[in-house]
């Protein structure tokens, strides 16, 4: 088993995987599919995380927030690449402008700055979803230990049975 799975529960293409549940939004946003403030914008927002946070309970990791703000993190190098990729499309030859500066100059910075919003982006994501996940999991942990001890009598699930 791999460090990776033994501490965020997930194989490393499984986390990829789960990052790029929020793919499509960029793609379809940088081509003017769906734009900002429509249902479908936030559909394609909100239900990626919401199976970030689906999976880390379902998978139960022993360190659910760190799993999701990797996740989170693998989604900002997602966002950075697909922004870059689709740059052109995204601003066409009206890209954003920088006064009387050389228009390479403009582009570069502009782009830099784009790569460093969507990692910053991709890990507050995670650290959002993942705050989250970790409270649903103590949550349900609690409940599920709660219900082991009404089922064992009272005693906690892992309290030994005396012999005698």
């Not at 601003?91 to 954003?96: E, L, N, R, S, V």
């Given at each position: 088993m791999?460090?990776?799975?033994?501490?965020?529960g997930f194989s490393w293409p499984a986390l990829v995987a789960l990052a790029?549940?929020?793919?499509?939004?960029?793609?379809?946003?940088?081509?003017h599919v769906v734009e900002e403030g429509r249902p479908a914008a936030l559909l394609l927002a909100v239900v990626p995380l919401i199976c970030w946070v689906a999976a880390v309970?379902?998978?139960r990791p022993s360190r659910p927030f760190l799993t999701v703000v990797v996740i989170g993190a693998i989604h900002g190098v997602l966002l950075a690449v697909g922004h870059q990729l689709l740059w052109d499309e995204a601003?066409?030859?009206?890209?954003?402008r920088l006064g009387d500066i050389d228009p390479r100059a403009?582009?570069?910075?502009?782009?830099?700055?784009?790569v460093f919003s969507s990692l910053v982006t991709g890990v507050l994501t995670g650290v959002v979803a993942g705050a989250l996940a970790a409270v649903l999991s103590r949550l349900v942990i609690g409940r599920q230990r709660a219900a082991g001890s009404e089922r064992a009598g009272g005693r906690p699930p892992d309290a030994a049975v005396p012999r005698g």
């Open positions: 791999s460090a990776g799975r033994r501490t965020l790029a549940l929020a793919a499509p939004r960029v793609v379809l946003h940088d081509l309970l379902w998978r601003f066409g030859a009206a890209g954003p403009q582009e570069a910075v502009f782009r830099v700055a784009a």
